[in-house]
């Protein structure tokens, strides 16, 4: 039935009566969802790049309905103009469905369904909630479905979520790059199982952590590339039914015109409706740069550990206060941030791959939560990596004296004089170190076998990489 929008307005077509604002852009469909389904408290219109994914897709579909015929030009530019403002962000406030609601996706089709119809009959000179110039159902989800629809927005909003996070990546990568060139002649004590084990350069360590993260930044790439592969076009499971002849071709090129992107079709529809594998990839990368460079913040913790218990190896930026108790301490927050986004992304992680799985038959219906938790995945890693990067990595300083002190009162430079004097003498002198409580370089220089200067230059030469 119509429903028309004036103040006290009611509909009892479901669960009783209900009562939409009289300035309301939605209609009764996102009452009822609102009504039934919030669980979050976050609404939809609080996911800016979904909503304007959204309404492209709408876009898109009303200039292909148009081109086989099925609006006139008066609906197809009323609607346009009304996806125009919605990609905007001109109606965010009435995007309030819950963002995990339980109706596989329907009640937020129809949030967006809604609103635009309404703006369109505004444009039209019409009144909202009548639709008799442009209906939700009828004129803005002809030729889709919640099924096609929202997995395609899913997929176009990640896609743009992803570049800017990506960049946070290489712009790490090359701050990491930055300091494996600052450090390069600082003599370092590399660990094994938190034991000393060989003598390396502080800068190699800095360049392990470019490499690692420009390799991160580049599988995010990869996997990014495949949400160009959209579902639109299948409608309910696949087959295309409501969609007329010529409908797909044209709302993939208005689609590709829109944005600039060249997103296609996927090979197999039925593949596409039913599986959500591809975000399963990509949640799956998204945990592993957090749990990475997780592991690299773990390292700064205990390398900047002290400053006169610990190792001290690194200085990390000050930013703030450690305790409200014990006056001067300053703890290593950023790190520590970094970290519980590890552990918090690896959670979305495990509730997507669950979604995956728990799809039934011709469809997924618990894409909302996989949405949500993907786009919590990406916000976090984006934002914390920028203050990784700028309030931490950029400002490090290291210690060349604790770095050197470590690894020189250490034994693992044995491992740079066996060339020079034989397996057999330097483990009897390591034994005699340990033995007698000496440093090893003090061991050689008592028994004239090698100066100071001359184990350093060995230790130093032990380790160049072999290029």
């Known amino acids: 039935m119509a429903i028309t ?80 403002e919605l990609a905007d962000g001109q109606y965010d406030a009435f995007m309030v469905v819950d963002f995990l609601e339980g109706s596989g996706g329907t009640s937020t089709n129809m949030n967006v369904n809604e609103v635009l119809a309404n703006r369109a009959q505004q444009l039209l000179n019409g009144k909202t909630g009548v639709y008799d110039r442009v209906h939700p159902n009828d004129h803005v989800n002809r030729s889709q479905s919640t099924n096609d629809v929202y997995p395609a927005a899913m997929k176009i909003a990640a896609y743009a979520l992803l570049a800017p996070m990506i960049e946070e990546v290489h712009a790490l990568a090359a701050s990491f790059q930055r300091k494996a060139g600052e450090f390069g002649a600082i003599l370092h004590l590399g660990r094994t199982c938190m034991q000393d084990a060989q003598p390396m350069m502080l800068g190699q360590l800095f360049g392990g952590y470019a490499s690692l993260t420009a390799r991160l930044a580049s599988e995010l790439e990869s996997v990014r590339a495949s949400l160009r592969v959209l579902p639109l076009g299948g409608t309910a499971i696949g087959t295309g039914f409501g969609a007329p002849k010529g409908y797909k071709a044209r709302v993939y090129a208005h689609l590709a015109d829109i944005t600039g992107t060249d997103f296609q079709p996927a090979a197999d529809p039925f593949d596409a409706m039913q599986n959500l594998d591809t975000f399963s990839r990509v949640s799956a990368e998204l945990r592993t740069c957090a749990t990475s460079l997780g592991k690299i913040a773990s390292d700064l913790i205990l390398l900047s550990s002290g400053p006169n218990g610990g190792l001290a190896e690194l200085e990390l930026p000050a930013v703030q206060a450690g305790s409200s108790i014990m006056p001067g301490k300053v703890n290593p927050v950023v790190p520590m941030a970094m970290v519980q986004i590890g552990f918090a992304v690896t959670g979305n992680d495990v509730c997507i791959a669950q979604a995956n799985q728990a799809g039934q038959l011709e469809i997924n219906h618990f894409e909302p939560v996989v949405a949500d938790r993907i786009y919590d995945s990406i916000r976090l890693l984006r934002n914390g990596i920028r203050l990784f990067r700028e309030k931490c990595i950029d400002g490090i300083r290291a210690s060349t004296s604790s770095n050197e002190r470590h690894l020189l009162q250490s034994t693992a430079i044995a491992t740079a004089l066996v060339p020079t004097l034989g397996y057999a003498k330097v483990s009897a002198m390591v034994r005699q170190a340990t033995a007698q409580n000496m440093n090893l370089l003090d061991v050689l220089q008592e028994q004239n076998l090698l100066t100071y200067d001359q184990a350093v230059a060995l230790t130093r030469d032990a380790t160049a990489l072999d290029t």
């Open 5 to 84: 929008q004036v103040d006290q307005r009611s509909e009892s077509d479901y669960l009783g009566t209900v009562q939409i604002p009289h300035d309301a852009l939605y209609g009764v469909n996102t009452l009822r969802g609102v009504e039934n389904l919030t669980v979050s408290q976050r609404p939809i219109g609080s996911e800016r790049e979904f909503i304007r994914a959204f309404a492209l897709c709408k876009w898109a579909a009303a200039l292909a309905n148009h081109d086989v015929g099925i609006l006139d030009d008066a609906q197809k530019d009323a609607l346009v103009r009304a996806c125009k």
